[in-house]
């Protein structure tokens, strides 16, 4: 079993930077991707990056794109630069045991218990 912690959300001006992390622990972990998602009041939970285990792959939402970067070392991080009042919500990083990458919720059967993240006006 993927077991996952995230940590870094909290209250940023637009136009601010937040770094997140996802601890990532279980066996087998070359076997996986590690994604971004996150979820809105009101709205569902959304595709946001990821990254494959090997590193070599990442890929990420329009609304990511050019703003956003995801990586992995000792854990797996996403960049959030040029913030936005509607970035807010709450984070969460998840494994999918997929080892070629998936934007595609479903795939994803381990899950953080989520950081929030607040973008100000």
Do not use: H
Request: aromatic fraction near 12%; hydrophobic fraction near 35%; proline fraction near 2%.
């Amino acid at each position: 079993q993927v077991q996952l912690v995230e940590s870094g959300g909290g209250l940023v001006q637009a136009g601010g930077s937040l770094r997140l992390s996802c601890a990532v622990s279980g066996p087998t972990l070359s076997r996986y991707t590690v994604g971004w998602f996150r979820q809105a009041p009101g709205k569902e939970r959304e595709f946001v990056a990821y990254v494959t285990w090997s590193g070599r792959s990442t890929y990420y939402a329009d609304s990511a794109k050019g703003r956003f970067t995801i990586s992995r070392d000792n854990a797996v991080a996403l960049q959030m630069n040029s913030l936005k009042p509607e970035d807010t919500a709450v984070y969460y990083c998840a494994a999918a045991a997929v080892r070629f990458g998936s934007a595609n919720r479903d795939s994803y059967s381990s899950w953080g218990q989520g950081t929030q993240v607040t973008v100000s006006s």
